[in-house]
């Protein structure tokens, strides 16, 4: 056969496989019908608000990589969250350092890391993304690009929740890299838009109490995002330091490629972090996953992960399953 007639083939086959869904919605920005169906995913329940607003973008602008900025900024910004923004909890010296990463389908990203006083560090992820030539800026760089950038950098100050936890933690200073098997954690956002395509965002304080320059996998892409247009997106939560160690988002999106379900490659992904980490019992960690299909999955290692996703006329949210019960 020959190679164009191979090329015409192999597409055909391709597009049944991706494109099955043809979406008619009215609405500003889904006006038309189209080939996808839009969807948004973000972990735990602070997922719920930032779908709300993602969603909102992505029916205005019609611009999936403005809709996962926007959606993660609502948790940037809410005071009562601990673990996301400049009121998250601090590290052991009392300082909050903040992580961030926003990944286009296409290969584009960019990420900040161990960056201090920076209002919205998705925001600055999504300048080092589209006016460097880099991927990660890190620490005082990144606050004085942010600066440059235009971006608000408010004062260095612990919100008093904040302050009130790390008193009470500094009277044993236990260094003891846990996380808590609880909600409320990072947010990681992953979405679709009506053509097809996709982005992620990932947002974070980090660990509570960590050693002063530690980054976890937020802000490493592969680790706590990625996204590919032509398979689909993942994102992660939960102790960095074991999503590091495998690689957790490229892992999922890289076994989709080969064929598997969403919910099947974060099953996977959470077996081969238990099989590589010690201490498991003291380690929580889940993941979401979209592919182009529309289909999703989430799993973490132990109960009381969940996750929001909003569809067209429904945002909900959905309790993950777990390895151990
Ligand atoms: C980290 N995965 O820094 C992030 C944050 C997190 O509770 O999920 N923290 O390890």
């Known amino acids: 056969m020959s190679s164009r007639r191979e090329f015409v083939k192999k597409t055909i086959l391709t597009s049944s496989l ?3 869904f ?12 189209t080939d996808f169906q839009p ?4 972990t735990w329940n602070h997922g719920l608000a930032a779908n709300e607003k993602a969603w909102e973008v992505l029916e205005s602008s019609g611009d999936i990589v403005s809709a996962v900025e926007q959606g993660v900024m609502v948790t940037e910004s809410d005071l009562s969250n601990l673990t996301v923004g400049l009121q998250g909890l601090p590290d052991r010296e009392g300082i909050v350092t ?3 990463a926003i990944m286009r389908g296409d290969g584009g990203c960019g990420t900040v890391s161990f960056v201090r006083q920076v209002m919205h560090p998705i925001s600055l992820a999504r300048k080092v993304m589209e006016e460097t030539p880099h991927v990660m800026l890190s620490g005082e760089g990144a606050r004085q690009f942010a600066i440059e950038q235009g971006l608000e950098v408010l004062p260095e100050k612990l919100s008093p929740e904040a302050e009130k936890a790390y008193k009470e933690w500094k009277q ?35 660990l509570a109490f960590k050693m002063h320059g530690r980054v976890g996998d937020s802000p490493i892409i592969g680790a706590g995002l990625f996204v590919d247009e032509e ?13 590091i160690r ?15 379900e969403p919910q099947k490659a974060c099953e996977e992904a959470v077996k081969r972090l238990i099989a590589k980490n010690k201490n498991i ?6 993941f979401i996953a979209m592919n182009k299909d529309g289909e999703y999955g989430a799993y973490s290692v132990h109960p009381g992960f969940n996750f929001a996703r909003h569809t067209k006329g429904e945002n909900i949210l959905i309790d993950s399953k777990s390895k151990f019960k």
Request: net charge negative.
């Open 18 to 20: 991706i494109l099955p």
């Open 22 to 33: 043809k979406f008619s919605a009215s609405g500003n920005g889904f006006d038309k019908t």
């Open 39 to 42: 969807l948004i995913l973000s």
């Open 98 to 100: 903040l992580d961030a």
């Open 172 to 206: 044993k200073s236990e260094y003891k890299p846990i996380i808590n098997i609880e909600n409320h954690d990072t947010i990681g956002m992953i979405g679709m838009d009506t053509s097809g395509k996709l982005a992620g965002s990932c947002t974070t304080s980090g």
């Open 231 to 243: 398979v689909g997106a993942a994102t992660a939560t939960g102790l960095g330091e074991s999503i």
């Open 246 to 260: 495998i690689c957790g988002s490229f892992l999922i999106v890289e076994l989709m490629r080969q064929g598997w």
């Open 281 to 286: 019992e003291d380690i929580q960690a889940g």
